[in-house]
Structures are given as C-alpha cells and as structure tokens.
T-cell receptor, first 110, second 116 residues
Framework: DAKTTQPTSMDCAEGRAANLPCNHS???????VYWYRQIHSQGPQYIIH???NNETNEMASLIITEDRKSSTLILPHATLRDTAVYYC???????????FGQGTRLTINP | DAGVTQSPTHLIKTRGQQVTLRCSPK?????VSWYQQALGQGPQFIFQ???????QRGNFPDRFSGHQFPNYSSELNVNALLLGDSALYLC???????????????FGEGSRLTVL
C-alpha cells in the first residue's frame, strides 16, 4: 500500500477554512485517496474519497493534484466540532482493509 | 437506524487472561472487520469476516481469533493477554458490495481494553 505523509498537527480558527495536506508520492494509478477523521473517544468516520478528480460532499472538499502525488482536504467553515485526528489513506480498489497512519491532529480554536 | 454497536465499552483484565469483545454491525451490513488502536496510533487491521469466515488477516498472532454469526454479528477473542494488548478495539462494518466500491467503513465507538 502506498505510504502517506501528513503533518502531525495543525490549528485553525473557527469559521475559517481548514486545509489539511497529504503527500502520497508513491500512489499507483488505480489507488484511491480516502479521508477519515476520528473525534476523541469515537471510532473513525468516513469523510470523502477520490481517484483523480476533485470531489465535494456535504462535509468537505478533496483536491487531488494532477500528478496525484498529493491532496488537500478542505473543511470550508471549520467549527469546534471539527477538532479531531484526520487520516489520509491510499487504498487500491481490491483491498479489503484500510491502512491508517498517525494522521493530523486538527485543533479548531474559538 | 442503529449504527455499529460494541460491548463492553471498557474492561480491565490481567496478563494471561482471555477476553471476548462483541460487535453488532450496522443494519444491512454483512461484513465485519476488527481494528486495534494503541494509544496515540492509528487503527491497525486485525481481520475481516464475511459469510462467517475469516477472509483476510493482518499481522497479528494466532492469539487473536474471531467469529461471525449467522446474524452477521461478530466476536473478537484474545487469549493469553499481554500488557501490549492494551488498546481500543474497533469494529467496522460494510455491505459486502459496498466497501469494494466506496471504501466506506462504518466504525463503532470501540471497546477499551486495559491489561494489568
């Protein structure tokens, strides 16, 4: 499985956009990029995924660079409830598991 | 619609003992996976069950075993507990057709095991 690199921690002001980067320079052509988050004392929660096109849903937007070696998760208007550890995961379509790294601890400040 | 439910939420065991953790998947889901999350680390895949069989296994010793029942619920058993088995154990479910297509897993809130 391709390895991902994320900053250990980030801060963002409430109401501002939170931009979380992820490097996945060894990603293969058929591997998807997934983002999950884990709020304290809860299980991980799926946010969004994409292959090569940018994706948006009600939670976030995912921007994948043209060479697919990096991506950015965007939370457009961060709230205090978005404080969590965010995991960027690269997964081949046939894989039956998710391989988590250590993620980015995002703190939203009032 | 109940999500993934796990029991117990917390438990304390001593070294050498055995533990059983339980999981009920989200309604409509027939595939269950188990993950171990040590403090400060990301979750690590233990194994996956589908149609009452272990389908894939991560890098965990045979002390870790599981079972899936006809109603799709699952158990995780750990024998001969070690101090290093202290962790949050997460159950995740998906429909068999779903994960392959979407990669979306639904996680429970976990069972926190402390081994003394």
């Amino acid at each position: 499985d391709a390895k991902t690199t994320q900053p250990t921690s980030m801060d963002c002001a409430e109401g501002r956009a939170a931009n979380l980067p992820c490097n996945h320079s060894t990603i293969s052509g058929n591997e998807y990029v997934y983002w999950y988050r884990q709020i304290h004392s809860q299980g991980p929660q799926y946010i969004i995924h994409g292959l090569k096109n940018n994706e948006t849903n009600e939670m976030a937007s995912l921007i994948i660079t043209e060479d697919r070696k990096s991506s950015t998760l965007i939370l457009p208007h961060a709230t205090l409830r978005d404080t969590a550890v965010y995991y960027c995961i690269v997964r081949p379509p046939e894989a039956q598991k998710l391989v988590f790294g250590q993620g980015t601890r995002l703190t939203i400040n009032p | 619609d109940a999500g993934v439910t796990q029991s117990p939420t917390h438990l304390i065991k001593t070294r050498g003992q055995q533990v059983t953790l339980r999981c009920s998947p989200k309604s409509g889901h027939d595939t269950v996976s188990w993950y171990q999350q040590a403090l400060g680390q990301g979750p690590q895949f233990i194994f996956q069950y589908y149609e009452e069989e272990e389908r894939q296994r991560g890098n965990f010793p045979d002390r870790f075993s599981g079972h899936q029942f006809p109603n799709y619920s699952s158990e995780l058993n750990v024998n001969a507990l070690l101090l290093g088995d202290s962790a949050l154990y997460l159950c995740a479910s998906s429909p068999s057709w779903g994960f392959a297509n979407t990669g979306e897993l639904f996680f429970g809130e976990g069972s926190r095991l402390t081994v003394l």
